[in-house]
């Protein structure tokens, strides 16, 4: 982790980029917050790159990119889907960011070391594969993995895509991550099920609007949702409907787009598991139209975008998935 | 001081004889304020994720209709007058944030929407025992120990514990037998060494006033601040004294239904009109957002910060930044 | 004390006149559905107007409280519902709650002052309250001079009134121009801040603003140049509204909230606010 | 903003004044927000409902108008242009169709005028949001492509050629000609077909403004109508067009005499270096590729040796040539069925069953009989001859056969009867037929020669089944008249397969985006006042690659689909669709989405400034060009913000209209 | 919607400019019923066709939504209806994960000639969300009066 820290020193004192792009120390242990570091005190005093990190940090490049000078990011496996698929929309500058890889283990969620009954957390330490934490309450036990953040139980990819120098070693794809399972599970239910399984998890929804501003898919200049002169403007969610219509098309229009980093669910305050609806879309056109992964080149094309004279025909909902009407 | 073994909760509610709502698990197993029905467990969590307000400022609600004909409009109120319903389990922090609401929303012109559901509330508040390191509702010297409220309840292994603070308190909870207080006072003793040790708990914002407001609002940090802000609206929505809100109308084919609903500073349309942006940049909404709790609020408000660290942001911002690192970042030396 | 009604249910209102006074800016007059005026006002205050299923959004009030009968609002075409109002014709009701701020101190500072009011294109529909007020309550000031200028002789609001009213009036100067020359114009040509430079007010009168950002700006510039007190001088904010009641949290400036304890500020005032409006 | 709105309902006589209550759907609109003037008249298309519509625009200061009428199909240019004479902008103007959608296919008045007011009423919710449209306007480029060299692409090249534009002719085989060139004589006249098809083929061939891409084959093309862009690859011949002299010498010197002659249908032999017939038009050999001895296995040369032109070049490569057009006309013709499934008639056990075609090359004197009839068999002279109609034609039931009638099979089997009589007056000549349809000029006269004068014997009646039998063929067949069984003994059957289009007009079609009907033929735009014009502007229809026809309509339809080429070649800009993308810069992310799902690529992209609240700020946006957009919206919904919107057919207007019928 | 007791659902069928609208002319040139709750909506391609249209038919009370184009291979735009047959296809499996009845939404290719087709899948489409009974998984109750 120092190692991390180091380079990013580096880099800023080479002159070779003039700003960097990583994670900042927070009140506790967990609570960093993606930050812009211009100098390297800034670096040496609030930089850190732990288990904790993840925000993903693509996003913001869309911004950083254009601005004077060149920025190093810090790009774990799952960023750099998303750097490349925004690459590929032509939504950063590549000249001016220089991409370092980081691997990562797996990032812990706080709220996944609470579940296990740990209260007061204010610090924690890593021995093995056990994470020790004080708390208000004194010192519990959490076993590393149970401590994972639900994204990172069914990582698709180790693999950074893109990247000017790597830190430590590059991964592999992970075809047998079982991502998709839950999907399948859902599939597997029937329609009233689903039905009940999706009302209750929308009905959560506060249209807080997290997962789309930290979406790096929903870039858009003005959201189709906060849009008044196209008369499709939706501000609150005021009843199921319209939970059901802003994640029914906020995950329409990032399909074909979303690397599925899991951000979304990663920052929804209500728990709801956006990513269930965006891996649909990805299980649906990889069954149908050929495996893709968005994020993984610049030039295949994406499946909406696309299409063979033989593609099924949408009556094959019809008749697949799901065991009943 | 009033006493109930916990297992004839139920039968108590029931015996209230109107709505009780109580912050209970939903099946994700996270709290909510949940109408009281037989079955209805009380959470065994801290808190609920969203706040109290929404039962008196509700997320959306419909404020008046209209038809429109050619040129003629007829103008459809359909306000429902509100029944007695009591709010059960109310943390300290959520119920200080009342009066803030309050201050708003009941200050010249009233808002008879939020006060018909005021008044018709009866709050039974629950004092904590465990609070997570997030709290710091000391800094604002609130005491989680002793919630205030129509009634204050404490719960122990096998009881709860009530005591009246108002009249309408006092009828509440009239039928029940009266306990020993010594319980109370061990727990509250117990929670009270806990709430000093609070990592946040003694939080300075001295200089958070009027009389420093352009000092702090020309301070160079909310740059840093403010840069990883996704304009979101969690912190807002989560917040138990946001109540900024946005005033909008659907048009059901029918009637043109006006509405109003939560809104967000943090928005970049919340301040955007056709002809300006008053606050162009994250920054500005950013500021605006914790200058209103920590110096605009108290200027206007007799010194009461618009914050009442329950410490909700803490936990949600996506990208964990919040008013203890903006206030130890501008704010008083105390912070260290 | 009155009746309380929700401060967000708006009442009914007709729009019982329509003049057209430049290409972009027409002057609507409203009553209540009982033909009488909706409310009784102060001059600079506003009330938010609305058509059901477009939108609301606040006006500043044209006609002077002395105007018995009606509410006169001048209003320029830049947006949705400004759009409407100009395509709608008399007879059309629409929804009206106010008045909101605390409008121009017409009562008190400004009483036996030696007044100017320098407006720029549709900034005069806020002074035009002022002025009417001042004119129908002559005796309690004392001189007054009017500076209004605007793009094109076309785009001079109220233009037969001035012309044919105010000009007219004992103790009343006005003082016209426009951005750039015509071949029917015969008055002064030029900038408003440039004017008023050039008319080299004395010190003490106290200055009533109101116009585009720019012009306000620059007329400070001058006016601070002449040797003006910020303490003499007075304009009006505009922000985006959705309440008009201080609650729904949008159009405060630091402490200051536009719809109350606005629209209208001393400039001494704006110096202690954050510079965000 | 609320429009002016004038709503206008045509009774269309009765057509829908019978199950839809005008005056009620008028009044009902009239209530609706923006309308100001509503009303009902017998016929808004006639003069005076059309003058009525301009003097109520006139008169009620009209802004917008919706007319309830027919199809927009129908009359929806007629209206733009009736409101425009008015000074309304033409797309101001929206048509609810509440005949082919309503009164016509609803009983019942009260459902009807249910319906009509709510598509009126949808109507007027999109009117409400138009916007006043104006069309960008394009070149044309003075040049046509005709894509086959039968007689109908013939007719229409030399029609357009004649009227002073150039014109390139396409053809796949070697020579232009088709399928006219196969026939022996044409009906109801019995000229000889050659003796009025080759002096066209030669006109075609010195007209200066006809270019013949023979042996070639239309391999993209790009663009919209008047600036169409086309690649044509020519197949490589191995002969060199500009040395052969067409002395026919190679032909008779080739050693590989067994290659099956498709000009006679394979009923005989040609070498592997030919020409197909001798009035070829290019006359120029073609060495076939599938039989050379040189080109498949580098031995042989015989041609190359005793060309004196030194023409053959076994090294050709297929070329391109690339050009643009204004218009194009299709003429790919037809091909008769195979008759593989029709397993009763015995075509393919027996090779005296024969099919008309087949035939013609028979009664042929370049044919491989050189003109005598004789049984393919054995060579002998046949005695009785049994003709089969309807093979194939009118045959709904299993998928072998095509539903519709193809038309020239009646003729020209009693133009086969007729001169087999008259040929070989020793020949008994059946002919079974399920009607005999007549109806051309003169024909009806012929079939009657042919059965009273000719003495030919017309059965109604069914062939059952054909059986090969001691040299003989066994025909089971049924009259229908008599009432009774028949067997025959025949010596030769002649079936009158139906007829299809050519295979390849389907790959065709896709390139052109032109629509065909499920029997594969190009549907015309109207098929009644648009005979010749295909759905997709530019691309026009000539001959039987739109329907079976006989000679004389085929050259009536190409010489109108020539005028038609004509009069659009004549202009010199065209006025566009106005119905295109538009891009709000303001919301485009430049994400490159839209681009990918343009089939014209009319999306391209540029870097742009603007002045935002937060400063100036460069960003990549969509650019739409106006002359190649046509319109279609497939960059509107692959848009995630919603940029890209499509004039006339808005997001918030078709939202309006979804309200509005929703409601 | 209820009329007279008896279920009469609202449909919403968007077709084609070249090649449905004109099979749905073709209908009615041959007086080919089908019921009345049908209305079309005229895009000049299916791959117009948002799914946001969709979603806001339902919002606004429809009980079933149908897309008619030209065949695949003779979109008059090319390619149009291959983008429209990916997108309602993943739209439609999407509505089914979500629970909500797959067969209301329908996409079917009916060519210009096809006046019988489009009526018989008019009249079948109907009889399905008929028997399917009232959107209720899709509604916005406010748009229900």
Known sequence: MQEVKQKAIELLQSGKVQRVLGWKTGEFFYDLTPAVFETVEEIKKDFVFSPFCGANLSKYLIAESRKEGKIAAFLKPCDSYSFVQLLKEHRIVRENVHVVGVQCNGMCDIEAIKAQGVKGVTAVRQEGETLVCETLYGEKSVPYAAALSERCKTCKSKKIVLFDELLGENGEDDPDCGRFDLVSKLEAMTAEERFAFWQQELSRCIRCNACRNVCPACSCEKCVFDNDTLGTANKAAANSFEEQNFHIIRAFHVAGRCTDCGECSRVCPQHIPLHLLNRKFIKDTNELYGEYQAGADLETRPPLVDFTQDDCEPSVVYTRGGNGK | MKKLPITELDSFLKSLNMPVYLPSDDPSGQAKFTRWAEGVQLTQQLNTVRSAKDLFFPQMENLVDFKVQDQKIEIIEHRNVSENFVIFGVRACDAAAFEILDRVFLSDPVDGYYKERRDHALIVTMACSAPEETCFCTAFGIDAADPKGDVTAWKTEDSFFFRANTGKGEKLIAGLADGDESAVQAQQAQTREILSKLPNGKLDLTGFDGAHMMEKFNDSRWKELSEACLGCGTCTFVCPTCQCYDVREFNTGDTIQRFRCWDSCMYSDFTKMSAGQPRPTQLERFRQRFMHKLVYFPDNNDGVYGCVGCGRCLQKCPIHMNIVKVAKTIGGEGNG | MAEYREPLIPMLGVVTAIRTDTPDVKTFTVTGLDGKKPFVHIPGQCAMLSIPGVGEALFSITSSPTKEDALEFSIKKCGCVTDWLHAMEPGQQITIRGPYGSGFPVDTDFRGKDLVFVAGGIGLAPLHSVINYVRANRANYGKVDIVYGSRSMQDLVDFDEILNEWSKEEGITVHLTIDREQPEWKGHVGFVPNYVKELGFDTSRTVVMCGPPIMIKFTLAGLMELGFDKSNIYTTLEMKMKCALGKCGRCNIGTKYICKDGPVFRLDQLDELPDEY | MMHRIGVFVCWCGSNIAATVDVKRVAEELGKQPGVVFATDYQYMCSQSGQELIQSAIKEHALTGVVICSCSPQMHETTFRRTVSKAGLNPYMLEIANIREQCSWIHKDKETGTEKAIVLGRAAIAKVQLNAPLKAGETPVTKRALVIGGGIAGIQTALDIAEAGYPVDIVESQPTIGGKMAQLDKTFPTLDCAACILTPRMVDANQQENITIYAYSEVEAVTGFVGNFHAKIRRKARYVDETKCTGCGLCTEKCPQKNVPNEFNLGMDHRRAVYIPFAQAVPKIATIDANYCKMLQEGKCGVCSKICAAGAIDYKQQDTFVEQDYGAIVVATGFRPISMEKFDEYAYSQSPDVVTSLEFERLMNAAGPTSGTLLRPSDGTHPKTLVFVQCVGSRCSDDGRGKPYCSKICCMYTAKHAMLCREKYPDTDVYVFYIDVRAPGKNFDEFYRRAAEEYGVHYIKGQVGKIVPEDGKLKVQASDLLANEQLHIDADMVILAAAIEPNPTARSLATMLTTPMDTNDFFTEAHPKLRPVESATAGIFLSGTCQGPKDIPETVSQASACAAKVMGLLHKDRLVGNPCIAQPDELMCNGCSSCEKVCPYGAITYADKEFRTFEGMKVRRVAQVNPAVCQGCGACTVACPSGAMDLKGFSNRQIMAEVDAICK | ?145
């Open chain 5, 1 to 145: 919607m209820q009329v007279n007791g008896e279920f009469k659902p609202k449909i919403v069928a968007f077709c084609c400019n070249w090649c449905s609208y004109a099979g749905a002319d073709l209908a009615g040139n041959n007086r080919l019923n089908y019921p009345a709750e049908v209305k079309i909506i005229r895009i000049p391609c299916s791959c117009r066709l948002n799914p946001m249209f969709i979603l806001r038919a339902f919002q606004r009370g429809a009980d079933g939504v149908i897309l008619c184009g030209c065949h695949p291979g003779d979109c008059h735009y090319t390619t149009g209806n291959y983008y429209a047959r990916r997108r309602m296809t993943l739209l439609f499996s999407m509505l089914d994960y979500l629970g909500i009845e797959r067969e209301r939404t329908r996409v079917e290719w009916v060519s210009a000639a096809e006046g019988a087709k489009f009526a018989a899948t008019m009249n079948d489409f109907v009889q399905t969300v008929t028997k399917l009974g009232e959107n209720r998984r899709l509604e916005d109750l406010r748009c229900k009066k």
